[in-house]
């Protein structure tokens, strides 16, 4: 698949205030600042569509950009705010949760939600207990491992094998996973199949 044009539409405190859900949605969450801005860039190949900062806690709403992909397909790309933070107050992270969880679980046409998971670390508890909430949810989601170019060989590989492995012990299934480089481009292809396969469907 192509994107052949992705643009801003609005951002949001209430799920029941985006755009009409009249098409298919792939949101982006994770720890902040593990690359979803950037991600999202990198896929739609437009540097500063999303708004990206090397200090964590950019994003603060629920951003949406359409996008129309070859075949005339229009679908929705959701940039969320970043969890676990640490520097942020009880209150606002309450706010943040509910803000999340609301637009997690009420959404009607979230198609896939993709938990990114910095592929430069041994499994961290707070993605795989995020992830553990969403089998709770019935939320449908793939993993992304960001920041490849940052790894040195075979450190993405052991990661996200060991990571892999974590989540087999509550699962039986294993989710779908790929690993990217906001950078390079690397696995820019097979997310970007990924999402024309569930448009399709
Ligand atoms: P919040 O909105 O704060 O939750 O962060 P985010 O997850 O949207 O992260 P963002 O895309 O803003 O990126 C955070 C920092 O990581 C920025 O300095 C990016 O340039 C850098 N970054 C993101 N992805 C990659 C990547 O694939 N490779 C490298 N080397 N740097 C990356
Ligand atoms: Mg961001």
Redesign the pocket.
């Known amino acids: 698949m192509e994107i052949q044009d992705a643009k801003y539409l609005i951002s949001n405190a209430d799920y029941a205030q985006c755009p009409a859900p009249d098409r298919a949605e792939y949101a ?1 969450i ?13 896929l739609c190949n437009k540097r500063a569509l ?11 709403l629920i951003n949406h950009f359409e996008v129309l992909s070859n075949a005339k397909r229009k679908w929705y790309l959701v ?5 676990g ?1 640490a520097k942020v107050s009880q209150s606002s992270r309450r706010r943040w949760e509910q803000m999340i969880e609301n637009y997690i679980r009420k959404r009607e046409n979230l198609t896939c939600l993709f938990v ?1 998971v910095d592929s430069r670390h041994e499994p961290q508890k707070i993605d795989l207990s995020f992830i553990e909430q969403l089998g709770k949810w019935e939320v449908p989601f793939a993993v992304i491992f ?5 790894n040195k060989p075979g450190a993405t590989r052991r990661h996200v094998t060991e990571f892999i492995s974590q989540l087999k012990e509550t699962w039986e299934e294993i989710p779908p996973f790929f690993v ?5 481009g ?1 696995g820019r292809d097979l997310v970007l199949d990924y999402i024309d396969d569930l448009n399709k469907a």
């Open positions: 982006f994770g720890r902040s600042n593990v690359g979803k801005s950037s991600l999202i860039n990198m999303a708004k990206t900062s090397s200090a964590p806690g950019k994003t603060q940039d969320l705010p970043g969890y933070y990114l960001t920041k490849a170019d940052k990217t480089s906001a950078e390079t690397e």
